[in-house]
């Protein structure tokens, strides 16, 4: 197993101005981890950019984080391409990643071309889709487009129906190799990176190291060549608390605080004072 070389990022971004393929590719050939985070609106894709984060996913999970639906199918094509020219113009250096929205691609390799160029006109710089070796038309009519792909394998939400709920995939040997299966599938087929979901560790590890593309992992271990969060996860705002998801801050709490103590005051004639006021 190739051994990653951890960054020291406490110095905030260093490198290039913006962030290509090829410098995933290169993070990838070095051992050097990169991190991806969803957002789907201007305030925080501009936060993440000072951040360093080096790739924004408008993903599809906007349907449950922001929109408030129960799955990540009922986010429309249309919606996604809102979302998507927000993060896409308010920032500089990320890749941008946009979601497929679910429906846009599974019907046949003209639908995900078409798809794929609006996102990519609302600033998009790769789109993901879900699947595995079903899907290889697809990914090969969008590539051959000029359109740059990332995979994304082991749980697939959009699927959440066929694989009987949130369950960790590829856990029997069959499983794992059809998996590993799906992952070479996808890089001959020309992405240029792929998801990982609620797979195992070691799985992760090898496909990882099979494939000649960047793996980003969720719920996959850290052997993966970047990772990817919900950010409403990570910072402790949704709640959400999986296995795989660490809460690097807690702003669920922290707002709550906040808008109970405006409520208080404006409740008790403290807001507005006289500083808050115009003469
Ligand atoms: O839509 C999303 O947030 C995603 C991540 C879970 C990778 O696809």
Same mark, same amino acid.
Request: net charge negative; proline share 5%; charged share 20%.
């Given at each position: 197993?190739?051994?990653?070389?951890?960054?020291?990022?406490?110095?905030?971004?260093?490198?290039?101005?913006?962030?290509?393929? #090829?410098?995933? +590719?290169?993070?990838?050939?070095?051992?050097?981890?990169?991190?991806?985070?969803?957002?789907?609106?201007?305030?925080?894709?501009?936060?993440?950019?000072?951040? !360093?984060?080096?790739?924004?996913?408008?993903?599809? *999970?906007?349907?449950?984080?922001?929109?408030?639906?129960?799955?990540?199918? @009922?986010?429309? $094509?249309?919606?996604?391409?809102?979302?998507? #020219?927000?993060?896409?113009?308010?920032?500089?250096?990320?890749?941008?990643? &946009?979601?497929?929205?679910?429906?846009?691609?599974?019907?046949?390799?003209?639908? @995900?071309? #078409?798809?794929?160029?609006?996102?990519?006109? /609302?600033?998009?710089?790769?789109?993901?889709?879900?699947?595995? +070796? /079903?899907?290889?038309?697809?990914?090969?009519?969008?590539?051959? *487009?000029?359109?740059?792909?990332?995979?994304?394998?082991?749980?697939?939400?959009?699927?959440?129906? @066929?694989?009987?709920?949130? #369950?960790?995939? !590829?856990?029997?040997? &069959?499983?794992?190799?059809?998996?590993?299966?799906?992952?070479?599938?996808?890089?001959?087929?020309?992405?240029? &990176?792929?998801?990982?979901?609620?797979?195992?560790? /070691?799985?992760?590890?090898?496909?990882?190291?099979?494939?000649?593309?960047?793996?980003?992992?969720?719920?996959?271990?850290? $052997?993966?060549?970047? +990772?990817?969060?919900?950010? +409403?996860?990570?910072? !402790?705002? *949704?709640?959400?608390?999986?296995?795989?998801?660490?809460?690097?801050?807690?702003?669920?709490?922290?707002?709550?605080?906040?808008?109970?103590?405006?409520?208080?005051?404006?409740?008790?004639?403290?807001?507005? =004072?006289?500083? $808050?006021?115009? =003469?």
């Amino acid at each position: 197993m190739k051994r990653r070389i951890p960054v020291n990022a406490a110095s905030g971004p260093v490198g290039p101005a913006k962030i290509r393929i #090829r410098h995933l +590719q290169d993070a990838k050939e070095r051992g050097r981890p990169f991190s991806m985070l969803t957002s789907y609106d201007c305030l925080s894709a501009r936060v993440f950019e000072a951040a !360093g984060i080096e790739v924004l996913l408008v993903g599809d *999970s906007v349907a449950t984080t922001v929109l408030g639906h129960e799955s990540t199918t @009922a986010v429309t $094509h249309e919606e996604m391409l809102v979302f998507t #020219r927000a993060v896409a113009r308010s920032v500089t250096r990320p890749l941008v990643v &946009a979601d497929l929205a679910f429906g846009t691609y599974q019907t046949g390799v003209q639908d @995900a071309v #078409r798809s794929g160029i609006d996102l990519v006109r /609302a600033g998009a710089q790769m789109v993901k889709l879900e699947g595995g +070796q /079903a899907i290889t038309p697809q990914i090969r009519g969008l590539v051959s *487009s000029g359109i740059p792909v990332m995979g994304h394998l082991g749980f697939t939400p959009q699927s959440v129906n @066929a694989l009987s709920g949130h #369950r960790v995939q !590829g856990r029997d040997q &069959a499983g794992a190799d059809h998996l590993a299966e799906d992952a070479i599938a996808l890089q001959e087929a020309g992405v240029s &990176a792929i998801v990982l979901e609620l797979v195992p560790a /070691a799985l992760a590890a090898r496909i990882t190291e099979i494939v000649q593309v960047p793996t980003i992992g969720i719920g996959a271990g850290p $052997h993966c060549d970047g +990772q990817v969060l919900v950010w +409403q996860d990570m910072a !402790g705002l *949704s709640g959400f608390e999986g296995t795989f998801v660490k809460q690097f801050a807690h702003l669920g709490p922290e707002l709550e605080k906040a808008a109970s103590e405006y409520r208080r005051q404006v409740l008790e004639g403290v807001y507005p =004072d006289p500083q $808050h006021s115009f =003469d």
